[in-house]
C-alpha cells in the first residue's frame, strides 16, 4: 500500500556482486587490515561497518545508477554544468528581536556577499503567538525574530529588492499565514506574487516527527499545507511551496540513514496526499524542495545525498507516474550540523563548518547554511555570522571544488556508500508501510521513538569516548572561554508590544471583523484557505489571532508520549 | 525498601528541543531513579506544582531557545515562595555570564552542550545522598 | 519515624503534605501504616475511576478529557498513573503527564505518577493507599491509569468502582490480549483511536467475545468508539461511566464490591505482614538451613513451607 515502492536497480545482482567485491577485497587488503588497529574505535554516524578498502567493481551499472549529471536518476547532480553554471546560494539563516533588527542584519549580510536571505522566526511566532500573549513570555526575539503582522513583515524587507532576492522563511504550523504575511507585504511595495522567489518550510510532518513546533493535528495540519500547494501552483510559481525537512530530525539525533529515509518517505506523503486533492503532480511537485542536515562523517553525507537525488527521481518517476523531468529532480538547501557545534573550544566549530560545508557542496546542494562558531553558546554575533558565510565564499572561490562537475563521482567508496544507503533507507520504506504511512507511524511513535533511540546510543558512545569529539571528551583544555555574546535589546519586548497594541486600536474594525468571519467559515468548510488568510492579514489582523481562530476551528496537538 | 530518588525533567518555555532532556531522563533511569518528564511548553507555575505534587527530590530545566534568563529564575521563586527543599539545575544553551546569575538565585549547578551524562547521573547521586 | 504530622496536614487539604506522604507510602517507610490509620479516618468517599490497556492506546488522553469534564463539573480530581518500573536498573520514566500538561497548574487537580517497582508485592496495596490519601485531601473523583494486566499487575478491581479497558483498533493481538487477562475486569470496553481502520472490526470482535458469558449479573460491559484527540464519542462514554455508577451504587451492590474490595485487602495486607516477619524475625541461618535440606532431597518443600509458616503464625 502506501509505501510498496518498486525497488529497480537495488535487487539481488547488485548484491551478489558486492559480496563478491567483498572477497576480493578481504583478500587484498589483509596487510592493511593487520595495521589498522585504530579502526575498532571509529564508526560512521549511522554505525555501519565499512571496510578498511574499497576496490572497483566491475558489475557496477553505471548507467543505471549514475547517468551524467543533469540526467535522470540524478545521482550525479540536478544540472549537467553545475556550479560552473551557477554557484549555490549562499543563504544564512537569521534573526533575532525586532522585525528592523533583523532588517539590518539582513542588509549586512547581502553586503558581504549573500545571495539569498533566510528568515528565522522567535518561538512565540513559530506557534502562532503574537509578542504579547501569555506564552511568550521570555522567548521575545530569542532565536529568530518575532513577526506578529503584516506591519512587522513589511518592517522586515524594508528596502529589499524582493524580486532579485529570494527568501527561506522557517516557518510550519502558521506557514500560510506567514507567507500571506509575505506576500502581502511584497504587493504593497508593488512586487507581483508572480515574480516573488523564496521558499516556506511549511514541512509539518516533521514537527510531529522531531522538530515539535506544531500546532494543529496532522489532518487539518495537512489541509493547510496542500492549501499552498495549490495556492502557489496558481499564484507563486516561482515559490518553493515546502521544504521537505530532514535536517530538525537529524539535530533530534536520528542517523543519517534514518534522516534520508524518513524525509523522503515525508516528501511520497505531501504528492499523494496533493493527488489525493485532485491535482496534477506534474506541476506541483516542481515546488516541493528539500532540506537536509550536513552532519561530521565526510562521505556518508555526500552518499546521502546521492541517495536522495537517486531515490527520489525513481519514485517520482516510477512508483508516482510522473513525466515532468523537473518533478524529478531533488533540490535541496544544506545547513551544517547544529548539534555538532561545542560549545569547548568553540573556534574548532569554524573547522567542523568548513568540512561539513564541503560536504554540501560535493554532495551537489542548491543552497547552503553555514553555522557560526558561538551558536553552541547563544544567539551568533555579526562578525561570527560573517566568518561562517566567509567560509562558503572560500570554498566557492578558492578551493577549486565547483570547478569540476560532481569531482567524487566513480569514488569506489562513495559509490558503494550511496548504494548501501539507498539499500537501508527502502528498508524503512517497508517499516514505515507496517505501520501504516507515515501518518500512522507518527500515531504510533514508530519515529519518534526511533530518534530517541538514535540519539541516546550516540551520546553513550560520547560519554564511553567510542566517539571522539575534538576538545569535548579528548584533547581539552581548561582555557577560559573568550567569545563575545550578543545581547538584545533589553527594551526590545516592550516596544514591540506598543506597536502591536497601537495597530489594534488603529486598524479598520469593521474590516477586520469581516475578514476573520470569512476566515472561519472557510477552515469550517473545505475551500482553499489561502485567500481568507491573506484577506485576514491585509486587514490587520495578526498572527496570533488568525492562528487563534484556526486553533478554535482545528482543535490543538498535544505531543506524543516518547521518551 | 531503599528510598527513591524522583527527579522531575522540566522543558520550560515553547523551545522544543527535547533532545538533551530525553537523553538525561533515561539516563538517570538507567541510573536507578525514577523520572519524571514534564512533555514541552511547560509555564514555571506548571513546573513547580508538578514537582510539589510528584515530590521530587530535583529539577532538571532544559532550555536551548535563551528563555533561561527569564523562566530559570521564575522557577526559583516559586519553588522558594513554596518552600520547597529541592535541588535545581539546568542544561541547554545558557551562555557562561549567565551563569553566575542563576546559581545566584538558587540553581546547584549548569550543565551545557558537550557535559558528559555521567557526570549528570553523579552530580544527583553525591547531592541527593542524604536520602539512602 | 513519625508521620502523623503529614497525615493531618493531608486531612486539611496541605497538598505539599499530600504529595510527601505518598511518598513515605511508596518508599515503605518505618511509621507508613500509623500515618495510614489516620488518613483512613479522614477518607470522604470519593468516586474511583479505572482506566487500562496496553501501551500506546491513549489511556493518558483518555484520563486527561475525562478530568477535564470532572473539573467542568466543579469537582476536584485526583489522577494516579502508574507506569512500569525496569526491573533491571529499578529506574522509571513516569511520562504521563505528558498528556495531561493543561492539567498541571490547575489548584482543583493533583496529578501523582508512581513507578511500578517490584519489591515486595505491595503495589496494588500502595496504589490503593494513595487513593485514600488523594481521598483524604479532598479529591472528589479519582482517577487511576495503569497498564494493562501482565505488566504492572495492578488490581484495579479491587480499588476502582468502575474500570474501563481501552484497547484501539489493530492487528488482533489487543483482544487476544484482552481475552487473556483483562475480560473479568472491565465495567466497559472502549476502542479508542476510532478514525483508525478496523476499529468497527475490533469493537464487534469484543462484543462476540462478550456473547459468550451467559449471565452478567445485571450489567453487561457496553462496548463503545471513540477518539480521545479529536473528542469524538467521549460523551458517550461518560454517559456510560455514570450509568455504571448509578447501578454500581444501589446499596446492596455497592456493600458487595466494598465488602469483596476489603476483604482483598486485607488479605493482601496479611499475606505483606507474614512475609515482613518471615524477611526479619526468622533467623537466616534456620532459613538457609532449611533450603539447603529442600536442594538435597532431604526435605520437600511443602514441608518447608509448612515449618516456616508455623513460625509466622505462632
Given at each position: 500500500m502506501a509505501l510498496s515502492l518498486k525497488k529497480k536497480g537495488r535487487g539481488n545482482p547488485s548484491r551478489a556482486t558486492r559480496r563478491n567485491a567483498t572477497r576480493t577485497k578481504k583478500a587484498a587488503a589483509t596487510e592493511i587490515v593487520e595495521t589498522a588497529d585504530r579502526k575498532a574505535g571509529y564508526k560512521n554516524q549511522s554505525w555501519m561497518d565499512t571496510d578498511t578498502v574499497y576496490l572497483p567493481n566491475a558489475e557496477f551499472a553505471y548507467d543505471d545508477k549514475l547517468g551524467l549529471p543533469g540526467e535522470y536518476p540524478f545521482t550525479r547532480g540536478i544540472h549537467s554544468n553545475m556550479y560552473l553554471g551557477r554557484l549555490w546560494t549562499m543563504r544564512q539563516f537569521a534573526g533575532f528581536g525586532s522585525a528592523s533588527e533583523t532588517n539590518e542584519r539582513f542588509k549586512y549580510l547581502l553586503s558581504h556577499g549573500e545571495t539569498g536571505l533566510s528568515v528565522a522566526f522567535d518561538y512565540p511566532t513559530l506557534y502562532g503567538y503574537d509578542t504579547d500573549d501569555p506564552h511568550s513570555e521570555g522567548e521575545y526575539g530569542k532565536c529568530g525574530v518575532a513577526v506578529s503582522s503584516m506591519e512587522d513583515m513589511t518592517a522586515l524587507f524594508n528596502g529589499i529588492p524582493l524580486d532579485r532576492v529570494s527568501t527561506s522563511m522557517t516557518i510550519n504550523g502558521p506557514a500560510s499565514i506567514i507567507w500571506a504575511m509575505y506576500l502581502g507585504a511584497a504587493e504593497s511595495r508593488g512586487f507581483h506574487k508572480s515574480m516573488l522567489r523564496g521558499t516556506i518550510q511549511n514541512d509539518v510532518l516533521k514537527e510531529y516527527i522531531a522538530q515539535k513546533s506544531f500546532i494543529f493535528p496532522p489532518a487539518p495540519s495537512m489541509r493547510?499545507?496542500?492549501?499552498?500547494?495549490?495556492?502557489?501552483?496558481?499564484?507563486?510559481?516561482?515559490?518553493?511551496?515546502?521544504?521537505?525537512?530532514?535536517?530538525?530530525?537529524?539535530?533530534?539525533?536520528?542517523?543519517?540513514?534514518?534522516?534520508l529515509a524518513f524525509t523522503l518517505a515525508d516528501g511520497f506523503e505531501y504528492v499523494r496526499q496533493g493527488m489525493e486533492r485532485g491535482m496534477d503532480p506534474n506541476l506541483f511537485v516542481p515546488q516541493l524542495s528539500f532540506f537536509f542536515n550536513a552532519h561530521n562523517d565526510f562521505f556518508e553525507e555526500i552518499a546521502k545525498y546521492r541517495a536522495a537525488r537517486r531515490i527520489w527521481a525513481r519514485e517520482m518517476k516510477e512508483t508516482f507516474g510522473l513525466t515532468n523531468e523537473r518533478a524529478l529532480k531533488l533540490r535541496f538547501h544544506t545547513q551544517t550540523a547544529g548539534c555538532t557545534l561545542t560549545a569547548e573550544q568553540p573556534e574548532n566549530n569554524i573547522v567542523r563548518v568548513t568540512m561539513q560545508a564541503m560536504a554540501a557542496v560535493l554532495g551537489g546542494t542548491q543552497s547552503l547554511h553555514t553555522n557560526s562558531l558561538d551558536e553552541a553558546l547563544a544567539l551568533p554575533t555579526e562578525k561570527a555570522v560573517r566568518t561562517a558565510l566567509r567560509t562558503q565564499q572560500v570554498i566557492a572561490y578558492e578551493s577549486g571544488i565547483p570547478n569540476v562537475v560532481d569531482p567524487l563521482g566513480g569514488s569506489y567508496y562513495l559509490e558503494w556508500l550511496t548504494d548501501e544507503m539507498e539499500e537501508r533507507a527502502y528498508r524503512i520504506f517497508d517499516e514505515i508501510a507496517l505501520y501504516g504511512g507515515v501518518i500512522g507511524?507518527?500515531?504510533?511513535?514508530?519515529?519518534?521513538?526511533?530518534?530517541?533511540?538514535?540519539?541516546?546510543?550516540?551520546?553513550?558512545?560520547?560519554?564511553?569516548?567510542?566517539?571522539?569529539?575534538?576538545?569535548?571528551?579528548?584533547?581539552?583544555?581548561?582555557?577560559?572561554?573568550?567569545?563575545?555574546?550578543?545581547?538584545?535589546?533589553?527594551?526590545?519586548?516592550?516596544?514591540?508590544?506598543?506597536?502591536?497594541?497601537?495597530?489594534?486600536?488603529?486598524?479598520?474594525?469593521?474590516?477586520?471583523?469581516?475578514?476573520?468571519?470569512?476566515?472561519?467559515?472557510?477552515?469550517?468548510?473545505?475551500?482553499?484557505?489561502?485567500?481568507?488568510?491573506?484577506?485576514?492579514?491585509?486587514?490587520?489582523?495578526?498572527?496570533?489571532?488568525?492562528?487563534?481562530?484556526?486553533?478554535?476551528?482545528?482543535?490543538e496537538y498535544r505531543e506524543q508520549r516518547i521518551i | 525498601?531503599?528510598?527513591?530518588?524522583?527527579?522531575?525533567?522540566?522543558?520550560?518555555?515553547?523551545?522544543?528541543?527535547?533532545?538533551?532532556?530525553?537523553?538525561?531522563?533515561?539516563?538517570?533511569?538507567?541510573?536507578?531513579?525514577?523520572?519524571?518528564?514534564?512533555?514541552?511548553?511547560?509555564?514555571?507555575?506548571?513546573?513547580?506544582?508538578?514537582?510539589?505534587?510528584?515530590?521530587?527530590?530535583?529539577?532538571?530545566?532544559?532550555?536551548?531557545?535563551?528563555?533561561?534568563?527569564?523562566?530559570?529564575?521564575?522557577?526559583?521563586?516559586?519553588?522558594?515562595?513554596?518552600?520547597?527543599?529541592?535541588?535545581?539545575?539546568?542544561g541547554g544553551i545558557i551562555p557562561e555570564e549567565d551563569v553566575p546569575t542563576l546559581k545566584k538565585c538558587g540553581i546547584a549547578a549548569v550543565f551545557g552542550p558537550g557535559t558528559p551524562i555521567e557526570d549528570i547521573v553523579k552530580f544527583h547521586k553525591e547531592r541527593l545522598k542524604a536520602k539512602h | 519515624m513519625n508521620y502523623s504530622t503529614l497525615a493531618k496536614g493531608t486531612l486539611k487539604g496541605d497538598r505539599k503534605a499530600a504529595a510527601r506522604l505518598i511518598s513515605v507510602v511508596e518508599d515503605e517507610e518505618e511509621g507508613y501504616r500509623e500515618a495510614m490509620k489516620i488518613v483512613f479516618c479522614g477518607t470522604r468517599g470519593a468516586g474511583v475511576l479505572g482506566i487500562t490497556g496496553a501501551p500506546g492506546v491513549g489511556k493518558s488522553t483518555l484520563v486527561f478529557e475525562i478530568a477535564k469534564s470532572f473539573r467542568k463539573a466543579g469537582k476536584s480530581v485526583g489522577i494516579v498513573a502508574v507506569d512500569p518500573t525496569s526491573p533491571l536498573t529499578g529506574g522509571a520514566i513516569l511520562g504521563d503527564r505528558i498528556r495531561m500538561t493543561d492539567l498541571s497548574a490547575d489548584p482543583g487537580v493533583f496529578i501523582r505518577s508512581m513507578g511500578s517497582r517490584g519489591g515486595t508485592g505491595g503495589l496494588s496495596l500502595q496504589t490503593s493507599n494513595v487513593i485514600r490519601i488523594l481521598d483524604a485531601l479532598g479529591c472528589d473523583e479519582i482517577i487511576v491509569e495503569t497498564v494493562g494486566a501482565g505488566q504492572t499487575q495492578v488490581d484495579i478491581m479491587g480499588m476502582a468502582d468502575t474500570v474501563v479497558v481501552v484497547t484501539m483498533p489493530g492487528t488482533g493481538d489487543e483482544v487476544q490480549s484482552i481475552k487473556a487477562g483483562l475480560l473479568e475486569i472491565a465495567d466497559l470496553y472502549l476502542v479508542n483511536k476510532m478514525d483508525l481502520p478496523g476499529a468497527m472490526n475490533t469493537a464487534s470482535d469484543l462484543k462476540s467475545m462478550l456473547d459468550l458469558v451467559d449471565d452478567w449479573k445485571g450489567w453487561k460491559p457496553p462496548v463503545l468508539l471513540a477518539s480521545a484527540s479529536t473528542g469524538r464519542g467521549l460523551d458517550q462514554m461518560l454517559e456510560f461511566i455514570g450509568r455504571h455508577r448509578a447501578w454500581i451504587s444501589q446499596p446492596e451492590r455497592f456493600l458487595e464490591r466494598r465488602s469483596r474490595q476489603a476483604r482483598k485487602e486485607i488479605y493482601d495486607l496479611v499475606t505483606m505482614e507474614v512475609h515482613r516477619m518471615i524477611e526479619s524475625k526468622f533467623p537466616s541461618v534456620k532459613l538457609d538451613a532449611i533450603v539447603r535440606d529442600v536442594v538435597q532431597g532431604k526435605l520437600s518443600p511443602y514441608e518447608a513451607a509448612e515449618k516456616v509458616a508455623a513460625f509466622a503464625i505462632r
Open positions: 493547510l499545507v496542500i492549501d499552498t500547494f495549490e495556492y502557489g501552483m496558481r499564484n507563486v510559481p516561482r515559490w518553493n511551496t515546502i521544504s521537505i525537512s530532514g535536517y530538525h530530525i537529524r539535530e533530534a539525533g536520528s542517523t543519517a540513514v534514518q534522516e507511524a507518527i500515531e504510533k511513535g514508530y519515529f519518534q521513538k526511533a530518534i530517541t533511540e538514535s540519539a541516546y546510543r550516540y551520546q553513550k558512545d560520547v560519554d564511553r569516548r567510542e566517539r571522539i569529539i575534538v576538545g569535548v571528551n579528548e584533547f581539552t583544555t581548561d582555557e577560559p572561554l573568550d567569545i563575545p555574546i550578543l545581547r538584545l535589546d533589553p527594551k526590545g519586548r516592550d516596544k514591540q508590544i506598543a506597536r502591536l497594541r497601537k495597530l489594534r486600536r488603529t486598524r479598520d474594525r469593521a474590516k477586520y471583523d469581516a475578514a476573520l468571519d470569512r476566515l472561519r467559515k472557510t477552515a469550517e468548510g473545505e475551500s482553499n484557505t489561502m485567500p481568507a488568510i491573506l484577506d485576514a492579514v491585509k486587514a490587520n489582523a495578526t498572527l496570533g489571532e488568525v492562528t487563534g481562530v484556526l486553533r478554535e476551528v482545528f482543535g | 525498601m531503599a528510598r527513591k530518588i524522583r527527579v522531575l525533567i522540566a522543558k520550560p518555555g515553547l523551545d522544543g528541543h527535547d533532545r538533551g532532556a530525553k537523553v538525561v531522563a533515561r539516563a538517570l533511569r538507567d541510573a536507578g531513579m525514577e523520572v519524571i518528564y514534564t512533555g514541552l511548553h511547560q509555564s514555571p507555575e506548571m513546573i513547580v506544582q508538578t514537582a510539589m505534587q510528584e515530590d521530587v527530590d530535583a529539577i532538571g530545566l532544559s532550555s536551548l531557545s535563551g528563555a533561561h534568563d527569564v523562566l530559570f529564575p521564575r522557577v526559583m521563586e516559586l519553588v522558594h515562595k513554596n518552600k520547597m527543599k529541592v535541588l535545581v539545575t539546568a | -
